[in-house]
């Protein structure tokens, strides 16, 4: 666990820095409470973020955040998920 912890204060750093893919692998972390707490709203902005840069990876996980709002399965507020996964959808 504390392995895990460091990688994603580590991937955080980077993530600030703008990387996509490090930005797409924290969102990871916080989508399934991996070395952190779970939380879902702060995987999306960070799927946001990365997919915004074109990353492919962070299209797919909006569009699975997506999926899930629609199945009841995510618990992101406001709609953002479903704005989000359309977005990537049409990319």
């Known amino acids: 666990v504390q392995d895990e912890e460091e990688a994603v204060k580590l991937f955080r750093q980077v993530a600030e820095q703008g990387l ?4 797409d692998t924290l969102g990871y972390c916080y989508q399934y ?4 707490t779970k939380n879902e709203e702060e995987a999306v902005k960070l ?7 074109g990353l492919a990876d962070a299209q797919h996980a ?3 955040c997506f999926e899930d709002c629609r199945r ?5 507020g406001g709609g953002e998920a ?5 977005r990537a959808g049409r990319r």
């Open 20 to 23: 996509a893919k490090a930005q």
């Open 33 to 36: 409470g991996i070395g952190c």
């Open 47 to 53: 799927y946001r973020h990365a997919a915004g840069q």
């Open 62 to 64: 909006l569009g699975r």
């Open 72 to 76: 009841g399965a995510g618990r992101v």
């Open 82 to 86: 479903l704005q989000a996964g359309g």
